[in-house]
């Protein structure tokens, strides 16, 4: 298991089309893919599961991997949120 925690910097936090990209790029990985937020244990390869988590700008979330390329899954997936999947910060 790999994990690292980063921060949502999107204005909307993780709403459809930045839930939407992330699923799309966890589903490429073989290992299983988790968002830890707060109480919650998300299914990162599901846009309807990261919509339901409600993840909006500044939470802290976890990404968390386990497989045979959970280190190049956390490390993708926690650089597209830290860049904001696409979006500008403001």
């Known amino acids: 298991m790999y ?5 949502i910097i999107n204005k909307s936090g993780l709403h459809a089309r930045p839930a939407a990209e992330f699923a799309r790029a966890a589903s490429l990985f073989r290992s299983s893919v988790s968002i830890l937020h707060k109480d ?3 299914n990162a390869k599901s846009i309807i599961n ?3 988590g409600g ?5 802290r979330i976890v990404i968390r991997a386990e497989g045979p390329d959970e280190i ?3 490390e993708t997936l926690a650089s597209m949120v830290e860049s904001g999947i696409g979006e500008t910060a403001n």
């Open 3 to 7: 994990q690292q925690e980063v921060t």
């Open 72 to 74: 190049i899954a956390v």
């Open 50 to 52: 990261i919509l339901a």
């Open 40 to 42: 919650q244990t998300i």
């Open 55 to 59: 993840i909006i700008r500044g939470s």
